[in-house]
């Protein structure tokens, strides 16, 4: 399983997105993780489908949609059906929202969309070693969900590397994707435990230097 870096575009600067994603381009970041928040799920309201229409059109690194909603049963299949034939590579909900799992996978992966299931920093893993079947990634929020910048949440790592354990032990090849707080000086603490894929917000767009930045972090991760 290859490890990557994926760049938090809510952390950006959004009087600049254009000259952000010119830059975001020359990097080797494989998605562009793209945080829909409501208000109610997460204190925090943030982009949309205005937002996701303008960017699919300045850049051709693979979305990866996160959806911190109240009701992601309902969000999610608008968003599929006008999405579908776009650069969306993946879309996460959260298991604390969604009430049918299996049936909101079905719906996203017919469109040939990746489904991932989401846990908050206070929620068991096994929320989702229940759901396995239905899911083609794994995030483990290490902070909590809401606002870019915060410092990770230490116990988080250990979540990870206790999935990591259960995968390996039940020859899952499930990726692990982990976000919030992920910067050069703490990430090889998750690649030590067991992630795959790092989502980092602050820790690229608050760099001097995207390219250096994420190459520095792919040599760690890899």
Request: hydrophobic letters at 40%; charged letters at 20%; aromatic letters at 8%.
């Amino acid at each position: 399983m290859n490890n990557f870096i994926a760049a938090s575009i809510i952390a950006a600067d959004f009087f600049s997105l254009e000259n952000e994603y010119k830059k975001l381009n020359q990097t080797d970041i494989k998605w562009v993780h793209f945080d829909i928040m409501d208000g109610h799920f997460v204190p925090n309201i943030t982009i949309g489908s205005c937002d996701l229409d303008a960017i699919l059109k300045k850049t051709n690194i693979p979305i990866d949609i996160h959806f911190m909603v109240d009701n992601p049963d309902y969000i999610v299949p608008l968003f599929i059906k006008n999405y579908s034939n776009k650069k969306i590579s993946n879309v996460s909900v959260h298991v604390e929202s969604c009430q049918n799992i299996k049936k909101l996978s079905n719906i996203v992966r017919k469109n040939k969309i990746s489904f991932g299931l989401a846990i908050n920093p206070n929620t068991s893993i096994n929320k989702i070693i229940n759901n396995l079947k239905y899911i083609d990634l794994a995030l483990v929020m290490t902070v909590k969900p809401g606002f870019a910048g915060q410092k990770i949440i230490q116990k988080c790592i250990n979540k990870v590397k206790k999935l990591r354990n259960y995968f390996d032990k039940n020859n899952i090849s499930i990726p692990i994707q982990v976000d919030g707080g992920i910067k050069l000086e703490n990430i090889s603490s998750l690649s030590d435990a067991g992630a795959n894929i790092y989502v980092s917000g602050t820790g690229i767009f608050n760099t001097n230097n995207y390219i250096k930045t994420v190459n520095k972090m792919k040599k760690i991760v890899e």
